[in-house]
């Protein structure tokens, strides 16, 4: 048991060098936080697709207009939201951003085979998310057609499920990332 | 490299512009879902008692005011309440104190029947000109009360009786009287049918939610969205 947590320590260790080589490197660190601008947004519209299109092809607004527009509900998140939402959607597109940027740097480095079983996680963690991130204090959300088949009608079970769905994408995110790291360290400098 | 990344983040933006851009505009009939939640009437009764006709418009803020905000809520929501205490704030002192905006409260209460009891003291306040300081007083209350501690599960418990309500408004209403037997009586049950079905066609699918310069808002959303909304209504003046 001692020797499988040793394992996993140093793995991580190896894992997070990696990252934090991958991030060093302008384009990347630039790439990453555009994942991470659209998968926060992706997110946090999710409930209001009608208004973000409304926004993005109004000709009335000028493009920084809508830039503030969306960088703004990133700003005011944790004020728009509960805090445990409001971290739940910041940890799940940062892992997210992060995620795809090292999942680039692998392929570009190491290639798709050796990368194809590890990074699985990535894109049914977002598709749990999106689902997950519109607020459901109240009423609705896009889970709740889902969840109301299923026999569930309480708002308050919706919440906890949709956080509870955030954590659990973020969880699988972690996981292709400890993988990812790992990959990556192994690219020559 | 930097070709790979930019090619990703195309890849990535031009999905999510491309399910902005297809995304097919909200064709659901909720009204269904909403009604059965209301211990109002009968779901199927809804559409023959609203009343569309008399129903007085709940407004805070100048009624002359060009631009309307309409806020669909429930005085026992949390997130209705936050917003109140938040965005709902900003508005009224940047928008509504101005004259440029008034917000027209319609009620959407799903959360019990006390809900259903507050929404019609709305209508009882708004009979004696005292529909803002309602508004106010009621949220203010469950938020100093519940959700202030952090009991968000008061949501679902009988919280506002008859009684809170006379409470809470004892000192702007002039005929108290009048006021305890509104809240009694279930006539203006009519008016709240009418707030759901209009919810519906509004796509409204929970609370708060929001019409705003033609567009509906659902769920809490930061003041930068109302602020950018209004400003485009305002230009067009």
Not at chain 1, 23 to 33: E, N, R, S
Not at chain 2, 134 to 159: C, M, P, R
Request: with cysteine; proline share 3%.
């Amino acid at each position: 048991m001692k020797n499988k947590i040793e394992l996993f320590l140093i793995k991580s260790r190896v894992s997070a060098t990696g990252i934090g080589r991958v991030l060093i490197k302008p384009h990347y660190f630039l790439g990453t936080i555009i994942f991470i601008f659209l998968a926060a947004n992706t997110i946090i519209w999710s409930l209001n697709f009608e208004l973000a299109r409304f926004i993005i092809t109004e000709p009335a607004l000028t493009v920084a207009d809508k830039l503030n527009f969306f960088s703004s509900s990133l700003r005011d998140i944790f004020t728009t939201y509960e805090s445990n939402q409001a971290l739940g959607i910041a940890l799940f597109s940062v892992l997210f951003g992060i995620n795809i940027s090292v999942l680039i740097y692998v392929l570009k480095n190491i290639g798709l085979k050796k990368i194809a079983k590890q990074s699985g996680a990535s894109g049914a963690g977002l598709i749990v998310a999106i689902l997950a991130g519109g607020c459901v204090a109240c009423g609705t959300s896009l889970l709740a057609p889902i969840l109301v088949t299923l026999g569930a009608t309480s708002s308050i079970f919706l919440r906890d499920v949709s956080l509870w769905l955030l954590w659990v994408s973020s969880a699988l995110i972690l996981l292709s990332l400890f993988q990812l790291g790992q990959l990556a360290r192994t690219v020559q400098a | 490299m930097l070709k790979l990344i930019l090619a990703t983040a195309a890849i990535v933006g031009s999905v999510f512009a491309l399910f902005l851009l297809t995304a097919p505009e909200s064709t659901q009939d909720t009204r269904f879902e909403a009604s059965d939640t209301v211990p109002l009437d009968e779901t199927d009764k809804i559409e023959e008692n609203a009343d569309f006709d008399n129903r007085p418009a709940l407004i805070i803020g100048s009624k002359n005011a060009p631009v309307t905000l309409v806020e669909y809520g429930d005085f026992k929501c949390p997130a209705c309440n936050q917003f109140h205490h938040s965005v709902g704030v900003q508005l009224r002192d940047e928008y509504v104190e101005s004259g440029d905006v008034k917000i027209e409260f319609r009620n959407y209460p799903f959360l019990g029947p006390d809900s259903g009891l507050a929404a019609r003291g709305s209508y009882c306040a708004n009979d004696q000109g005292v529909f803002q300081a309602y508004h106010d007083k009621v949220y203010e209350y469950v938020w100093e009360k519940f959700y202030s501690k952090g009991n968000l599960g008061a949501e679902f418990e009988d919280i506002l009786t008859t009684g809170t309500l006379q409470e809470i408004m004892k000192d702007d209403i002039s005929d108290t009287a009048t006021f305890a037997s509104c809240l009694a009586s279930k006539d203006y049950n009519r008016f709240i049918d009418a707030d759901l079905l209009l919810g519906a066609d509004d796509g409204i699918t929970g609370t708060p939610g929001f019409v705003l310069a033609g567009q509906t808002i659902t769920g809490p959303s930061n003041y930068n969205t109302f602020k950018t909304l209004i400003e485009l209504e305002l230009r067009k003046l």
